[in-house]
């Protein structure tokens, strides 16, 4: 079946020590997307991937980085994980929406959960 | 600045119980709103809506999008305890970007 993959599902990681969460798709989407989603709230885009075209939201810090090598696979990348960055880190894609006349609907992988110690 | 509200913010009902929950957006573009489904993971994909008016089913669930009110309901009818999760409202501003503003969502909770 088509489908968003996220590794690890759980990571834990030491206050300061990089890490690096990774997504993998099968549905051959033009457009993936990193969220952070917080404890009871909803989840929060940090940039979206159009084919290579990187998008940075204006609030992500600094501290998070992401790389698309290819159409399939999508990193993120946390240079030195606060215990602010503890969360579920969410990974979407979706169809290119610019030649598309419809409305799209995002598929989200599983998600990895991140613990900061 | 674009903003999506959902209420109530968690529910308890009984099964058997019917539930509508509520979703109301200010955005400067829209294209449409969708409901998702969250339990212990990600967000699955429930309704995608566009058109006012025209209610979604899908079994027990289903939805409506009024844009005259700015708000989409979800009904779901006869709730088992597997409806138990989070509903999430988001709406997609179609201004070129791709991000969908999402809410808060609805907590609901099915107790036999």
């Known amino acids: 079946d088509a489908m968003v993959i996220q590794n690890p599902r759980y990571q834990v990681t030491q206050f300061g020590k990089p890490v690096t969460l990774s997504c993998s798709q099968t549905l051959n989407h033009n457009v993936m997307y990193w969220y952070q989603q917080k404890s009871s709230q909803a989840p929060k885009l940090l940039f979206h991937y159009y084919d290579k075209d990187f998008n940075n939201e204006a609030d992500t810090p600094d501290n998070f980085q992401s790389r698309r090598p290819n159409t399939s696979f999508c990193f993120l990348d946390i240079r030195s994980p606060g215990l602010g960055d503890a969360a579920m880190y969410l990974c979407?894609?979706?169809?290119?929406?610019?030649?598309?006349?419809?409305?799209?609907?995002?598929?989200f992988g599983p998600g990895t959960r991140l613990t900061v110690t | 600045e674009d903003k999506v509200v959902q209420s109530p913010l968690s529910l308890v009902v009984h099964e058997g119980d019917t539930v509508t929950l509520n979703c109301s957006y200010e955005v400067t573009n829209f294209r449409s709103l969708l409901w998702y489904k969250q339990e212990k993971k990600a967000p699955t994909f429930l309704f995608m809506l566009t058109s006012s008016g025209i209610e979604k089913k899908s079994g027990r669930l289903s939805s409506i999008l009024d844009k005259k009110e700015l708000s989409s309901i979800l009904n779901i009818t006869a709730t088992q305890t597997g409806d138990s999760a989070i509903y999430l409202c988001a709406v997609d501003n179609g201004a070129g970007s791709y991000q969908l503003t999402f809410g808060k969502g609805t907590k609901l909770s099915v107790i036999p």
């Open positions: 979407a894609t979706s169809r290119d929406v610019i030649r598309s006349s419809a409305a799209y609907e995002q598929y």
